[in-house]
């Protein structure tokens, strides 16, 4: 690996890592689309601000486009507070003016400004490397990677020193702020650093990319654990290989690297929609299906044990049975018979099952446990509502 | 001068007849799908259909290798449907909520169609540039066949509105209620979303795919202002597509290098503004001369109470009183005292005193009756 690749993967990175933290927290709240309004929104800022400053790493422009993220969030709640839209439609009427107002700034001063409108989208990881930070002679290394590093250490101070703040006022705003967290102020500073951090990462990789590197890593961690901390620590994992991988991607593709590392974190995030442990689509089909067999057999073993002992209800025993009244089709009862049969809980002599001696204990362990929830009261209001008891 | 030009132009020049009836089929159609949209709560699901549309544009180029109009239309389609299905896919049987499920597709969708956009520029011939301008959208690429496909589009989308109309009504309003009463909801989910996605996908080639559900959302937020009626708002929300696409594509006519996506966007979010301002009852003004109305007519009636009390004070209720005491009373305002000398309620003679009517004390007697009364 050469010095350039090298320090594409650190910015790359690090934008992921600033992204994961408020990321967790923009899920958790949800209000994932707020990053996609943002991103979008700050474009006039960001070319205001190099209209004046004539640089997309002057921390000025940074301050104004984060400002310009701000004034989403306000906006969208003004429009909120006047109830003559949903909320929803708010964010989709507000970041689409400022993002038009933006787009055709820059094609008004195409002469001034030297960000065409793919990079806005894309963002030039690819050619980070060559801005260098030079001080007093000495270079240290790519701009980009310091002002990421900076807002990176900023997101991490927020989320340690205000973690119980922000934890309480995420799951419970009410006791929040009945406990005298003031939820509205920590929200304000949640979308401060949300708009910086787009800011930041915006030059490096692109709008579309801080949305994807915000919210997919998040959504895949909040799929993988229940606990915040873990959430936060896996989305950052997450984060960070879809970045490195998408790198490598875009370079056996030579496509666009952000829109690689956007497609890592959609790649990730399906295969965890899938394989997750306990929430994922197959362990969700599987339990399913699971659980339809289980009672099926309960209530194979309890139709057999209501019908058993007595020749009279031989036909109700009989295996064809099972489909006309039980309404099972075929495959599906052969599937349960050859399970239950293994299991050893019934017997087929003749094309009539009956009930085995440990499908007998199951049943009365079964009514054991109905039974074990006997409760004095219950009994009083049984004989006070049911009128027909023995 | 230039934008008076665009409408000389528009009824005498060919070409920007074409694009002129392109532009105005698009605000139709997404200003009639718009509604069912925001009814539906589904605003920024036009979003992420929008955004997802450009992997979808990307592979048909890469499949076919041509820019054939209905050709692209399908795959903007197909992703944007595969979108819609993944979105759907993860809010049901995750715990991830709407929002987020919004987010991922629509950035995921994008990024993939940036990789596609950036590998067909390398691997292509020149004969690909033009791709790009599905991101901002450039009305000049529209050609007559363009332009008849996508009124053929918005004419199928309107025909089945039509037909539809009772159901969608209903479904749009009242799920769970259109199910008990026997709808397929599930069919109705899909027209719905299936013309939205169509809505979408017309509009993606003079709008972009990243602007476009502004114009889905946009007119009918606008419409909504003015009125109550269903009917009436799909009308008012198709003029208002039809005025932004038109007037959009003509500003950027004139502005040389202006994409068209931006402008036309721009033009319908004033014409948001102008209706959260000025449509009556719900707008903005509105709600300030009303609350201004209320205040006026409760300052008349506590004027009226406190003359009342003055009136009843003294032995003789015609006594004839000074002005200044009247100043002193809370309520008093110029326009408050007209109000009741206008009403006939009070009188004053020539020396500037005042006193009650009959008909002024009757109607503050009844008023301090019914409430009135400390």
Known sequence: ?390 | MEFYNFFIDLFTDYTTQTIGLGTAVLGLMSGVLGVYAILRKQSLLGDAVAHSALPGIALAFLITGTKNTLIIFAGAAFAGWLATFWIGAIIKNTRIKSDAALAIVLSVFFGFGLVLLTFIQRIENANQAGLETYLFGQAATLLQQDVVTMAMIALFSLIVVVLLWKEFKLFSFDEQYAKTLGFNTRFLDFAINTLIVLAIVIGLQTVGVILMSALLIAPAAAARQWTNRLSGVVVLSALFGILSGVVGTGISSVGNNLSTGPVIVLVSIVIVLISFIFAPKRGWLAKLIGKQKNRQSLAVSKLLEGLYETCRAHQNVKHQHSLNIIKALPGYNKKTLLVLKNDGLIEFTTDMEWCLTDKGLFKAKNHSGNGGAK
């Open chain 1, 1 to 390: 690996m050469t010095t350039p690749q090298i320090e594409i993967q650190i910015i790359a990175s690090l934008v992921a890592i600033a992204c994961a933290i408020p990321g967790v927290f923009l899920v958790l709240r949800k209000m994932a689309m707020i990053s996609d309004a943002i991103s979008h929104a700050i474009l006039p800022g960001i070319v205001v601000g190099f209209l004046i400053t004539q640089s997309l790493n002057s921390p000025f422009l940074i301050i104004l486009a984060a400002l310009t993220g701000l004034l989403t969030v306000v906006l969208v709640e003004l429009i909120n507070k006047t109830k003559l839209v949903k909320e929803d439609a708010a964010i989709g009427l507000v970041f689409p003016a400022l993002f038009s107002i933006g787009v055709i700034i820059i094609s008004r001063n195409v002469s001034n400004i030297h960000i065409d409108t793919d990079a806005v989208l894309m963002g030039e990881l690819a050619f980070a490397p060559f801005n260098r930070l030079v001080i007093s002679g000495v270079d240290i290394g790519p701009q980009n990677a310091w002002v990421m590093a900076v807002i990176l250490l900023i997101n991490l101070t927020f989320t340690v020193v205000f973690f119980k703040e922000l934890k309480l006022s995420t799951f419970d705003k009410g006791l929040a702020a009945s406990l005298g967290f003031a939820p509205a102020f920590l929200n304000y500073v949640l979308m401060g650093t949300v708009s910086v951090t787009t800011v930041g990462a915006f030059d490096a990789v692109g709008a579309i990319l801080v949305v994807a590197l915000m919210i997919a890593p998040a959504s895949a961690a909040y799929l993988l654990t229940d606990e915040l901390k873990k959430m936060i620590w896996i989305s950052v994992l997450i984060g960070v290989f879809a970045a490195i991988s998408g790198y490598w991607l875009a370079r056996f593709l030579d496509a666009s690297i952000s829109g690689s590392m956007a497609t890592m974190c959609g790649i990730i995030f399906l295969a965890v929609f899938i394989v997750s442990p306990q929430r994922g689509l197959l362990s969700i089909l599987i339990r399913k299906r699971r659980q339809k067999i289980e009672f099926a057999q309960m209530t194979l073993v309890i139709h057999l044990f209501n019908h058993s002992g007595n020749n009279d209800d031989i036909e109700e025993r009989r295996i064809d049975h099972l489909n006309k009244h039980l309404a099972w089709d075929k495959p599906f009862s052969d599937k349960l018979l050859h399970l239950s049969l293994k299991s050893n809980i019934i017997e087929i002599n003749n094309d009539v099952i009956e009930i085995t001696a440990k499908g007998l204990q199951f049943v009365r362990a079964a009514e054991n446990l109905v039974s074990s929830k006997y409760h004095p009261e219950f009994e009083t209001l049984r004989k006070e509502f049911i009128i027909f008891t023995d």
